[in-house]
């Protein structure tokens, strides 16, 4: 496996891409045709996009967007194929795009993480985030949600926005110092 600057991609590869952004992250990019969309309006020199890539097959891919005059990058998407989940590919995608982001200049990189499937998957879900916040960030659960991912990776809660995606179904805002 290779993590390569999505600008390399052919044709065929970024149809890849946009059908794992699809399969993986539906609620954002429910068709094919959203999903190369917003490859296209990403796809621009101010941004980083970088995919796995394994045989001339797209294994996931994601984006470091600039913000604060180049101070912090926002991850933006990241999306890695159902079948080879679990296997540090998401871990090598977000580690290249840590490494661009220090490269370009970046002292902080963060993410958004919403937490708005079904009863909510986080222990965010369903509560009121305006009783004890702090209190709520201590004790967080991430159950079975991404932002579990991004603990892992030494990330942690560096804010919430309360019923972001309706009541009790919270956007979870995580950050690294880079």
Do not use: C
């Amino acid at each position: 496996m290779e993590i390569i600057n999505m600008i390399q991609l052919n044709e065929h590869q970024i149809i890849q891409a946009a059908q794992i952004l699809t399969d993986s992250i539906p609620i954002g990019w429910p068709t094919l045709q959203d999903a190369l969309d917003e490859i296209k309006k990403l796809l621009i020199p101010e941004n980083t996009l970088l995919a796995a890539v394994e045989n001339d097959i797209v294994l996931g891919w994601g984006g470091i967007l600039p913000e604060y005059n180049g101070n912090v990058f926002e991850i933006h998407p990241l999306a890695v194929r159902s079948d080879r989940r679990k296997q540090g590919i998401g871990r090598a995608i977000v580690a290249a795009l840590e490494n661009e982001a220090r490269k370009l200049g970046g002292l902080t990189i963060h993410v958004g993480a919403d937490d708005e499937r079904g009863d909510g998957e986080t222990s965010f879900a369903n509560v009121d985030l305006f009783d004890d916040l702090p209190g709520k960030i201590k004790s967080f659960s991430p159950g079975t949600h991404q932002s579990g991912f991004y603990l892992k990776l030494g990330y942690k809660i560096i804010g919430v926005m309360p019923d972001a995606n309706g009541i009790g179904k919270p956007d979870i805002f995580l950050g690294k110092r880079l």
